[in-house]
């Protein structure tokens, strides 16, 4: 495992030795009390909402989209561009009341056509929007009068409320739509009806966002009215840790994300400065196994890969007991996590051993990994670079050294870029994928990492069709009561058929000085919420 503690103590422990107290971007914000600068683990591949796929671009992203609805953090839905909402009875038809004083940032008006033209082009193959993941079920969209949108299902939905709350469908302008693929770059062509909009792009260096000052219809849980407090923002894309840490300790900026284990101690408790951890709702960081090619279509395998470590152990030591391991691809603190599974699986390596014998694996190369017929018993996993964060990274070479140690199996490490991945989906030949998603509700999550026709097994043939039956029955199933157990069951059986190896359950930490005021997370996210409700100054 390599050092977690690059450049931050060099850097940093002289000023903290001196007594510095934090300046330059703290002190410049508390005089003019209207700019923050922040620092970011990872720049944007694309700052559209409906195409981009990287969980960190939608803490930018969320500053100048709004949308329909918003939700709270007891995971119940409020008000936001909708003013109320009813659903029909068969659960076929949703009909929201929209605001009436709401308008894009270059001053046209945000009315039910609008909404429908942002529906209607995310769902529309022909923009390979990823939001479209989001109205799988989506009809159409019809708008009786301006201030009423009403929306039609192929079927019922049980996670659209959900959805309608995500970043990922909130409003860029009818005009705006029209710009398409270029929408990913940070321009003025993205208009939303946010409380920032976006007003300079330097690439590989920094963001940034100014006041929008007609701003007046914030979520239905917002402490404030009005425009943002704040005139400008600046996102600075500083990916190592070392140069975060010491970017905040020095004053360069005025708060981080992704603070790392060793670094927290120069921040939580530390006078001049905050430290703020968020819930852990979405989807635990986990391995996803392709099932159904190469060795990982053996169940022993699978299970021999989940099993052969100490991931208790594996998650202490990398992240120093910040985050604990995971057991379900559903985080701890959502709802519909199935507490169940804590204790069922995972550092059994004499069982793992077994397993792989029985699979046939019983050979041993110079290296000391396992051989069948001459071939190496390898499990690739693909990382794509931009979403490489948290350490994340160090986590699976620390889950390589033990697999390797207590079972001979070589999983393999390949980070690659965005588009090789895109290319192995479109193809169904992805060995293992790691990741997370953002979207709270339970049952989205498991469709989109386990369903036939979605993110990861989209193009994948030989599916799960009992568990892909489940995951439909589901998301069609809109009394919680009923719902909750099926979720539960698709996890059990997901973990137990090894699908999926549950690493740990990651959440967001905050870094600021202390006069930056009204930090916080967006409940659909768990990530740093908009800047919205942020001052600075004493």
């Given amino acids: 495992m390599r050092d977690l503690r690059p450049l931050a103590t060099v850097l940093i422990a002289p000023l ?8 330059g971007a703290g002190s410049r914000t508390s005089a003019s009390g209207s700019s923050l600068t922040w620092g970011v683990t990872t720049e944007p591949q694309c700052f559209d909402p409906h195409r981009s796929t990287q969980q960190n671009a939608f803490i930018i992203i969320r500053n100048y989209v709004d949308s329909l609805i918003s939700k709270k953090p007891d995971g119940t839905f409020a008000p936001w561009l909708a003013t109320r909402w009813k659903v029909s009875k068969g659960g076929t038809v949703y009909t929201f009341r929209l605001r009436d004083d709401v308008t894009f940032s270059d001053g ?15 769902a529309d193959p022909a923009n390979a929007a990823d939001a479209a993941s989001l109205l799988v079920n989506y009809k159409r969209s019809t708008t009786p009068d301006p201030r009423t949108l009403r929306i039609e299902l192929k079927k019922p939905d049980s996670s659209l409320l959900e959805s309608f709350s995500s970043v990922k469908l909130g ?30 792009y330097t690439r590989g260096q920094s963001v940034r966002l100014a006041k929008n000052p007609r701003y007046d219809w914030p979520p239905g849980y917002s ?26 300790s020095s004053g360069q900026v005025d708060a981080i994300e992704g603070v790392q284990p060793l670094d927290v101690p120069l921040f939580k408790g530390v006078k001049g400065f905050q430290y703020l951890t968020g819930p852990s709702r979405q989807t635990s960081f986990t391995l996803n196994v392709n099932y159904t090619r190469g060795p990982g279509a053996d169940i022993r395998v699978r299970r021999a890969l989940r099993d052969g470590a100490d991931l208790d152990a594996v998650v202490k030591a990398v992240y120093r007991g910040t985050v604990s391991r995971a057991w379900s691809n559903i985080g701890p603190d959502n709802s519909d996590y199935d507490a169940s599974l804590k204790g069922s699986w995972g550092n059994e390596p004499e069982k ?18 396992r051989t069948k017929h001459g071939k190496r018993l390898t499990l690739e996993v693909g990382y794509p670079q931009p979403y490489v964060r948290d350490n994340r990274d160090v986590l699976i070479e620390a889950l390589q ?24 989906k479109a193809h169904g030949n992805w060995t293992i994928y790691p990741n997370t998603l953002n979207p709270l509700d339970a049952g989205m999550e498991l469709r989109q990492v386990l369903g036939s026709t ?72 768990d990530s740093p919420a908009n800047n919205y409700a942020i001052r600075v100054g004493r």
């Avoid at 046209?108 to 995310?122: E, G």
């Avoid at 409003?171 to 300079?200: M, N, Q, W």
């Avoid at 393999?412 to 192995?424: C, I, M, P, S, W």
């Avoid at 989209?458 to 568990?467: A, I, P, Q, S």
Wanted: glycine residues 10%; proline residues 4%.
């Fill in 401 to 424: 050294a033990e697999l390797r140690q207590n079972i001979g199996l070589d999983l393999d490490l390949k980070v690659n870029t965005a588009g090789e991945f895109t290319d192995q």
């Fill in 108 to 122: 046209t008006r945000f009315d039910a056509k609008a909404a429908k033209a942002n529906f209607d082009y995310v």
């Fill in 223 to 248: 402490g404030h009215r009005g425009p943002a407090y704040l005139d400008t923002v600046t996102y600075r894309f500083l990916p190592e840790y070392s140069t975060r840490a010491g970017a905040l």
């Fill in 171 to 200: 409003f860029l302008s009818p005009a705006s739509l029209k710009k398409g693929d270029t929408l990913c770059d940070a321009s003025r062509s993205l208009v939303g009806t946010g409380p920032f909009t976006v007003d300079g």
């Fill in 352 to 369: 793992a051993n077994r397993l792989l014998d029985e699979a046939g694996w019983t050979g041993r190369d110079g290296d000391g990994y």
């Fill in 16 to 23: 903290l030795l001196a007594g510095c107290a934090p300046s």
């Fill in 454 to 525: 979605e993110f990861l097994y989209g193009n994948v043939r030989g599916y799960d069709r009992k568990l892909d039956a489940m995951i439909n029955r589901a998301l069609a199933t809109t009394d919680l009561d009923q719902r909750r157990p099926l979720l539960a069951r698709i996890q059990r059986r997901a973990v137990d058929r090894a699908y999926i190896v549950p690493l740990f359950a990651p959440h967001y930490q905050i870094a600021a000085t202390d006069e930056v005021h009204g930090l916080g997370f967006e409940t659909q996210l």
